[in-house]
């Protein structure tokens, strides 16, 4: 099963769904100044995806995104490192990072309390089946098919198979030089997490494997080798396989909270959640939140209040925020990010906050009229 295509859902479908089960719901009611919203002007040319965004210690800001591409599926994805000095009013050109001869797809980004930065995607043999398609149908003009054929043929069948992959890079001196990918055995499109015990914790799904689950591997040497940990279990009913994307953060107390992205009939198109309270040894079966919604981007703020920044692909789609006072046992209703997107094509929304308090968030969007997608960028306040 090919990643993408399995979590592909009909957005007309998902929005008739009723949500299910028994979410609690704080009555907070939060709402945000949104300071400014601009395009990141380079990433403009080619399109560009499924973005993670870093502060560092020292004030930079990091951004990854799966770039270089023609469109969401093709053979040209890799993945591209953005910097902004300036908290993001202004970005420098984009380095490349990683590229591997097939589609390097969603990337997630960390500094770790060492100042060592890490890096994550997964590669996708997705556009294959468009490819043997095109070639039977036709349609598509010649220079488009020599592109996508040259890049396909750049690997045998054998050694595609081989690059398929859960990858991560690390760099320890800034991003200016990476290691090899390694195998970090899960994949989520945000990477890992920084834990208060100088762990890195990495909640994610099991990809390209036979044995495909939703759980959590651990890092106790700066990123460098990573052990599983635990599974997280399947609600009643559900399929696991169903079951993606996933992001972690630590509250205060030391309780981790997971969210996923479930396609399954019962809360179709919801982002679920899941606790630990022994470090991530055991974690509780997902449920319901009643957040409708996707994937979800964890943060917790200065003030130990959680935030989940998320895509929302119905009526005014654009992207949500919700906050948590009680580390994820309620949260607020919606807060409008953006709102005027033109089609669903979007969202994978991350956030940092400054120390002022002044919040940044980043998604990736297919503007109107447009063949490419961008990414954009949100300057916003609690109020």
């Not at 951004?63 to 902004?84: K, N």
């Not at 970090?184 to 495909?212: F, M, T």
Request: with cysteine; net charge negative.
């Amino acid at each position: 099963m090919k990643r993408r295509s399995a979590i592909q859902l009909s957005m007309a479908s998902v929005a008739s769904l009723a949500s299910i089960g028994l979410p609690r719901h704080s009555g907070l009611v939060a709402k945000t100044k949104i300071q400014s919203t601009q395009v990141i002007d380079v990433s403009v040319g080619h399109y560009s995806g499924w973005p993670t965004l870093a502060k560092r210690a020292n004030g930079q800001l990091v951004l990854v995104a799966s770039g270089t591409r023609e469109s969401h599926v093709c053979p040209f994805g890799s993945v591209q490192l953005y910097r902004s000095n300036d908290r993001g009013n202004t970005w420098l050109l984009p380095q490349t990072i990683l590229d591997t001869p097939i589609d390097d797809r969603d990337a997630g980004i960390l500094e770790t309390d060492q100042g060592t930065l890490l890096a994550t995607t997964f590669t996708s043999n997705a556009y294959v089946s468009i490819l043997e398609k095109a070639r039977a149908e036709g349609g598509w003009d010649a220079e488009r098919l020599k592109q996508w054929e040259l890049a396909h043929q750049r690997v045998t069948a054998e050694e595609l198979q081989a690059t398929l992959g859960t990858w991560m890079i690390r760099s320890t001196d800034g991003g200016i030089t990476w290691s090899k990918p390694y195998d970090c055995i899960l994949n989520s499109p945000h990477g890992p997490v920084q834990l208060a015990n100088g762990n890195q914790l990495y909640a994610g799904k099991h990809l390209w494997r036979e044995d495909s689950y939703i759980g959590t591997v651990l890092s106790e040497d700066d990123g460098r080798t990573w052990q599983r940990q635990a599974r997280i279990p399947t609600r009643v009913g559900d399929d696991p396989a169903q079951y993606h994307e996933l992001h972690a953060v630590e509250a205060v107390s030391g309780k981790l909270i997971v969210h996923i992205r479930n396609h399954n009939t019962k809360n179709a198109g919801e982002t679920l959640q899941s606790e630990s309270t022994d470090g991530g040894k055991t974690w509780s079966v997902p449920h319901s939140i009643g957040v409708w919604g996707f994937p979800s981007h964890l943060l917790r703020l200065q003030d130990g209040r959680l935030l989940m920044s998320y895509g929302y692909r119905r009526g005014s789609m654009g992207n949500q925020a919700r906050l948590s006072e009680d580390e994820g046992d309620s949260w607020s209703e919606p807060m409008t990010i953006s709102d005027n997107a033109d089609n669903y094509d979007l969202g994978y929304v991350t956030t940092v906050e400054f120390d002022d308090g002044e919040l940044l968030s980043v998604w990736y969007e297919k503007m109107a009229g447009s063949s490419k997608a961008v990414l954009r960028q949100a300057r916003w306040s609690l109020t």
